[in-house]
C-alpha cells in the first residue's frame, strides 16, 4: 500500500511517499516558497543519489500538490506509474483541540472540527486545512487521515493541563494546556519499551524531545500524563527562539516598558528569545557551543547551563509527578547528537539510581542504550520520526 | 531543466492571478511603508525613483526603519535580510514590465500637477506592463476614473489607499472606479488579504471614507485651539482618551504632512463645497512658515530626535 504523507506550512509542503507496511520511502521532498517567487519542488527517490529540483510558480497549496502528483508519476523524477497506487494521504494536523485523542479517519465533521481548532493554532491548522481541501479535490475517492501533535497529551489529567485563571476563560475559549510533539512522544516511548522489552501499560517514562523547539512530557502507563508545552509551543523548556516557562508578569513589565503591541511581543517571546536571546549568538546550539568552548562566550556557557537546567529540573518535576521512573529517552536533534548537552543534563542523577555506561556515551543518531545494566532508570537514545508514525497511523485506519 | 507547469495534472484551478511583484512609483515616506510591508509578505517589490542617489538613500531609509522595527522586536535580522532580499530599486519604467501591480505613491505637494501627471504616469504604465497588470494609485481626495481617462483598459485601473500609520493600520480602502473589473478588484482584495489586511470596498468619491471623515475631524481641533479652549497635547489626548485612536488629530496630521492635509482639505473644499472641508487658518500659516509636521521636525508639535514630540510649537492668548 502506497501512502503518501504531508506536512503542509504556511508556505512549504513536506512530503513522503511511503511504501506500507514495509516501512520503505520511495521518495521524499519539499514544495517550497508557494505563492512566493522563486517556488520548487524539491524531490529525492530512494535510488537518486542527490535531491532533484524543479522551478516553477506555485501559487497556491492545491497547485503545489497537483504539481507533487504530477511529478510522482513522471518517468523524470517519479516513482509510481499511475495516481491510483496512491492508496491513503495521511496530514500532519497541529492542534485537534480536545476533539482529538487519537488519528482519525477525516469526515466532513472532522474536517469541521479541524477548522474550528484553528482559532488556537491560528499559524499552523489553515495550512494543514489547505493541504487537505487539495487533496479532496485532487484524489476525492482516496482516504485521508490527521495526525495530530496534540492527541497524545489528551490524556493529561483535568489538575495537570488547566492554568490557574479563571475557570471561565477554559469554558468560553477553551484556554487550557494541549502540548504538542505528541507524535514523536508516541513513538519514541514505545520504541523504548520495545527495545528494553518492557510493558508499555506499566512502565513509567519521561522522554525529551530536544530540537530547536523542545518540550518533556510525563508517560505513566502508556498515557501521556504531562508535557511541558502549553497552551502553545512557547510554555515550557527554553528553545532555540522561544522563551519557554516565564512569569507572565514580567511579560507585562516589558511590553510596558518597551511599549511593543502584542504582535511584537509575540515575536519577542518567539523569535528573539531562548538560547539565541540570551546567548546573543545563535539559535543553534553547535554555534552556541563553539562560542562556548572555543571562544569562551560567558553569555553562550550561560545559554548552555540554563538549557540543561531547565530539561533536568522537568525531569526531576516528572520523577516527582510520577513517583517514579523506569525510562528517560532523548530525541530530537540535540536529544540524539548533541553529546555535551545530554551529559550535562544528565549529571547529577545519582539520586534517581541513574548510572551511565561511558562507553556509550559518545554515541549520536542510533538507538543507544545510555545507562549501564544495573541503573535503576533506563536512559535510551531513540531516533525520532514523525512522518514514519503519520504513515503507520494511516495504514491502521485505512480500509484494506 | 523542466518546469513545474509541464507537470500539471489540469486539474487544480488554474492560476488566479495573484500578485507576486508589485511595482511602486515615487517610494516617498508612503512608498516606503508600503514596499516593506509588501515585501514582508513574500512579494517582489521594484520601486521607481527619480535618481541613482534618491534609491540609495530610500535604501538606507527602509534599512533604518526596519532596524527600529528589529529594535522594538517587530522583526529578526534574517527577517530583514529576506524584506531586503525582495526589493529592488530603479530609475526605468521599463523595468516594471514584469510586475502585476503597480502602485504610484507620487507625492501629493508638489502643486497643481496631480491630476494630469498622474494621468500622464498611468499611460506610461500602461505602455510598459501587461495588459493584465492593474494600475493603481494610493489616492485618497482624487478620483480613480479621472486617472484612468487616457488608459486603453481603464477596467485595469483602481485606487487603493493604505491609511497612516500604515504598518500598524489593519485595513486598505479598495476604490472601484467607474471602469473597474470585477477581476481587477477581486486581484486586489486577494492582494490585500494577502499582506493581513482588511479591504474596505469603496465606491469612489473623494476623501474616501478616512480621508473624509479625517479631515473635518483636524479643523474641528483646530476651531477648538483657535478658540482657547485647550491646548494642542490635551486636545489629542482627550481624543484618544475618548475614541481609542493611536493618534490624536495634530499628531495625525503631523504624520501625514499638513502639506497633504491642506491639499486634500482644497480638494474636498473644492468638490463638496462644504465649510467643514475649509482648511483652517492655521494649517495654512503653519504650511506656510514650512511647518510641515514630521518631515520638517515642526509642525503642531516639535520634533527631536526619532521622531518623538518634545513639546507643541502653537500657544494662543489663552492656554498658556
Known amino acids: 500500500m502506497k501512502i503518501i504523507i504531508l506536512n503542509c506550512g504556511s508556505s512549504s509542503i513536506k512530503f513522503q511517499l511511503f511504501d506500507m507496511p514495509k516501512r520503505k520511502v520511495l521518495a521524499k521532498g519539499l514544495?517550497?516558497?508557494?505563492?512566493?517567487?522563486?517556488?520548487?519542488?524539491?524531490?529525492?527517490?530512494?535510488?537518486?543519489?542527490?535531491?532533484n529540483r524543479i522551478e516553477g510558480e506555485v501559487l497556491d497549496h492545491e497547485q503545489g500538490i497537483e504539481y507533487l502528483l504530477g511529478i510522482l508519476i513522471s518517468k523524470e523524477y517519479g516513482c509510481i506509474s499511475d495516481l491510483e497506487e496512491i492508496n491513503a494521504v495521511g496530514h500532519r494536523?497541529?492542534?485537534?483541540?480536545?476533539?482529538?485523542?487519537?488519528?482519525?479517519?477525516?469526515?466532513?465533521?472532522?474536517?469541521?472540527?479541524?477548522?474550528?481548532?484553528?482559532e488556537l493554532a491560528p499559524l499552523h491548522n489553515p495550512p494543514n486545512l489547505k493541504g487537505i481541501y487539495a487533496m479532496?479535490?485532487?484524489?476525492?475517492?482516496i482516504p485521508q487521515v490527521g495526525v495530530f501533535d496534540t492527541a497524545f497529551h489528551q490524556t493529561m489529567p483535568e489538575h495537570v493541563y488547566l492554568y490557574g485563571i479563571p475557570y471561565i476563560l477554559y469554558e468560553k475559549y477553551k484556554v487550557r494546556r494541549y502540548g504538542f510533539h505528541g507524535t514523536s512522544h508516541r513513538y519514541v516511548s514505545k520504541k523504548a519499551c520495545e527495545v528494553l522489552n518492557m510493558k508499555y501499560s506499566e512502565t513509567k517514562?519521561?522522554?525529551?524531545?530536544?530540537?530547536?523547539?523542545?518540550?518533556?512530557?510525563?508517560?505513566?502507563?502508556?498515557?501521556?500524563?504531562?508535557?511541558?508545552?502549553?497552551?502553545?509551543?512557547?510554555?515550557?523548556?527554553?528553545?532555540?527562539?522561544?522563551?519557554?516557562?516565564?512569569?507572565?508578569?514580567?511579560?507585562?513589565?516589558?511590553?510596558?516598558?518597551?511599549?511593543?503591541?502584542?504582535?511584537?511581543?509575540?515575536?519577542?517571546?518567539?523569535?528573539f528569545s531562548g538560547m539565541l536571546g540570551v546567548s546573543g549568538v545563535s539559535s543553534d546550539m553547535r554555534n552556541i557551543e563553539t562560542a562556548a568552548e572555543q571562544e569562551g562566550n560567558k553569555r553562550a556557557k550561560t545559554a548552555l547551563q540554563m538549557f540543561a537546567y531547565r530539561v533536568k529540573k522537568y525531569i526531576g518535576a516528572y520523577a516527582a509527578a510520577m513517583n517514579g521512573v523506569d525510562i528517560l529517552i532523548f530525541t530530537g536533534g540535540i536529544g540524539e547528537n548533541d553529546v555535551e548537552t545530554r551529559r550535562n543534563i544528565l549529571s547529577n542523577f545519582s539520586y534517581l539510581g541513574i548510572e551511565l555506561d561511558e562507553s556509550k556515551m559518545q554515541e549520536r543518531g542510533k538507538v543507544t542504550i545510555l545507562s549501564t545494566k544495573n541503573s535503576k532508570i533506563k536512559v535510551l537514545v531513540i531516533p525520532t520520526n514523525e512522518e514514519l508514525i503519520i504513515a503507520e497511523d494511516t495504514y491502521k485506519l485505512v480500509p484494506k | 531543466m523542466s518546469d513545474l507547469a509541464e507537470f500539471s495534472l489540469g486539474k487544480s484551478i488554474k492560476p488566479k492571478g495573484s500578485v507576486q511583484t508589485l511595482g511602486i512609483i515615487?517610494?516617498?515616506?508612503?512608498?516606503?511603508?508600503?514596499?516593506?510591508?509588501?515585501?514582508?509578505?513574500?512579494?517582489?517589490?521594484?520601486?521607481?525613483?527619480?535618481?541613482?542617489?534618491?534609491?540609495k538613500e530610500i535604501f538606507e531609509e527602509i534599512n533604518q526603519q526596519l532596524d527600529n522595527v528589529i529594535k522594538h522586536w517587530g522583526i529578526t535580522h534574517s527577517e530583514k535580510k529576506l524584506i531586503l532580499s525582495h526589493i529592488k530599486g530603479?530609475?526605468?519604467?521599463?523595468?516594471?514590465?514584469?510586475?502585476?501591480?503597480?502602485?504610484?505613491?507620487?507625492?501629493?505637494r508638489q502643486k497643481g500637477t496631480l491630476l494630469s501627471l498622474r494621468q500622464e504616469l498611468f499611460q506610461e504604465v500602461e505602455s510598459v506592463v501587461?495588459?493584465?497588470?492593474?494600475?493603481?494609485?494610493?489616492?485618497?481626495?482624487?478620483?480613480?476614473?479621472?486617472?484612468?481617462?487616457?488608459l486603453k483598459h481603464p477596467k485595469r485601473a483602481i485606487g487603493i489607499h493604505f491609511i497612516e500609520p500604515i504598518d500598524k493600520t489593519n485595513i486598505v480602502e479598495v476604490v472601484k472606479g467607474r471602469d473597474t473589473s470585477d477581476d481587477t478588484y477581486e486581484k486586489v482584495v486577494r492582494f490585500v488579504k494577502t499582506i493581513n489586511k482588511k479591504p474596505i470596498l469603496i465606491n469612489e468619491s473623494p476623501g474616501n471614507i478616512s480621508?473624509?471623515?479625517?479631515?473635518?475631524?483636524?479643523?474641528?481641533?483646530?476651531?477648538?485651539?483657535?478658540?482657547?479652549?485647550?491646548?494642542?497635547?490635551?486636545?489629542?489626548?482627550?481624543?484618544?482618551?475618548?475614541?481609542?485612536?493611536?493618534?490624536?488629530?495634530?499628531?495625525?496630521?503631523?504624520?501625514?504632512?499638513?502639506?497633504?492635509?491642506?491639499?486634500y482639505m482644497d480638494n474636498l473644499y473644492q468638490e463638496y463645497g462644504d465649510k467643514k472641508y475649509k482648511a483652517s487658518p492655521i494649517i495654512k500659516r503653519l504650511v506656510r512658515a514650512n511647518y510641515l509636521g514630521r518631515q520638517t521636525k515642526k509642525g503642531f508639535y516639535n520634533y527631536e530626535q526619532e521622531g518623538k514630540p518634545i513639546g507643541n510649537t502653537i500657544s494662543c492668548a489663552i492656554i498658556k
Open chain 2, 211 to 263: 480621508t473624509r471623515m479625517l479631515i473635518p475631524l483636524i479643523n474641528e481641533a483646530c476651531e477648538i485651539l483657535m478658540e482657547g479652549v485647550a491646548s494642542v497635547p490635551d486636545i489629542d489626548e482627550t481624543m484618544k482618551e475618548t475614541t481609542g485612536y493611536i493618534y490624536g488629530p495634530f499628531e495625525i496630521a503631523d504624520k501625514i504632512g499638513l502639506d497633504k492635509i491642506l491639499k
Open chain 2, 26 to 55: 515615487g517610494c516617498g515616506s508612503v512608498g516606503q511603508v508600503i514596499t516593506r510591508v509588501v515585501a514582508q509578505y513574500g512579494m517582489d517589490v521594484i520601486f521607481l525613483d527619480v535618481s541613482n542617489e534618491r534609491i
Open chain 2, 90 to 108: 530603479t530609475t526605468h519604467i521599463e523595468d516594471l514590465k514584469d510586475c502585476d501591480m503597480v502602485i504610484e505613491t507620487i507625492s501629493s
Open chain 1, 136 to 141: 479532496q479535490n485532487l484524489l476525492p475517492n
Open chain 2, 130 to 150: 501587461s495588459k493584465d497588470t492593474i494600475i493603481s494609485s494610493d489616492l485618497s481626495t482624487l478620483i480613480i476614473s479621472d486617472l484612468a481617462r487616457g
Open chain 1, 31 to 51: 514544495v517550497d516558497k508557494i505563492g512566493l517567487s522563486g517556488s520548487a519542488i524539491k524531490i529525492q527517490r530512494d535510488t537518486d543519489a542527490k535531491e
Open chain 1, 93 to 118: 494536523v497541529v492542534h485537534g483541540a480536545e476533539e482529538f485523542s487519537g488519528s482519525v479517519l477525516l469526515t466532513k465533521n472532522v474536517i469541521k472540527a479541524i477548522e474550528k481548532a484553528s
Open chain 1, 205 to 271: 517514562i519521561i522522554s525529551c524531545h530536544l530540537g530547536n523547539g523542545a518540550s518533556v512530557a510525563a508517560i505513566k502507563n502508556g498515557k501521556s500524563y504531562d508535557t511541558s508545552m502549553g497552551m502553545t509551543p512557547t510554555e515550557g523548556l527554553i528553545m532555540g527562539t522561544r522563551t519557554g516557562d516565564i512569569d507572565p508578569g514580567a511579560l507585562l513589565f516589558i511590553a510596558e516598558k518597551e511599549k511593543t503591541s502584542i504582535h511584537y511581543t509575540n515575536t519577542l517571546i518567539n523569535k
